[in-house]
Structures are given as C-alpha cells and as structure tokens.
C-alpha cells in the first residue's frame, strides 16, 4: 500500500514547482508593467515555499523578502516613476 507521507512529501513540491511556473507564466503575459509587478511576488513566495519545503529555511526567508516583497515593490516603483502622463485632448483647442 502507498504510504500516505511519501505521497505528500512528493505532490506538495510538484504542486509550488507548477505553481510557481505557472505564476511566472502568468506575469510575463501582463500588458501592464505594473500587473507584472504584483504577479511576480507570486511566483516568488512559490519559489519561498519551494525551499522551506526542502528544509532550507534560510534560503527560504531570504527569498521571501527578496523575490517575494523587495523586487516587486522596486519594479512597481519604478514602472509608476516611469509612466508617462495621460494625454488629454485640449478642448478649447486652436479657433
């Protein structure tokens, strides 16, 4: 019979493998920069999980708080920086 350990010990990092694949999948599809942004914190808290479920917990705490809070928030930052402003049509115009 199937030992129910081996089974979760195996389908929990194939389940935050395709999670974070996924999740990167995802972001890279974004039109909006600033979209891709926030759904790049999701692949990388996957990829935080990832290494907390190998037993690497302070490669999974550095990730965290580097792939999942930091590079998001420096990337919206910047996007928002970035932008351009909204060209608005000029309604007295040329008379």
């Known amino acids: 019979m199937i030992d129910v350990n081996i089974l979760v010990q195996n389908a929990v990092p194939l389940a935050l493998y ?10 890279l599809m974004q039109k909006d920069l600033l979209k891709m942004a926030v759904l790049t914190s999701v692949s990388g808290f996957a990829v935080a999980a990832i290494f907390q479920v190998l ?6 705490l550095t ?11 420096l990337v919206g930052l910047s996007v928002l920086k970035t932008r351009e402003p909204p060209v608005t049509e000029d309604v007295e115009g040329d008379s």
């Open 55 to 60: 037993l690497a917990p302070d490669v999974a």
């Open 18 to 27: 395709v999670f974070a694949i996924l999740g990167a999948i995802v972001a």
């Open 63 to 73: 990730q965290a708080v580097v792939g999942a809070a930091i590079v998001p928030t």
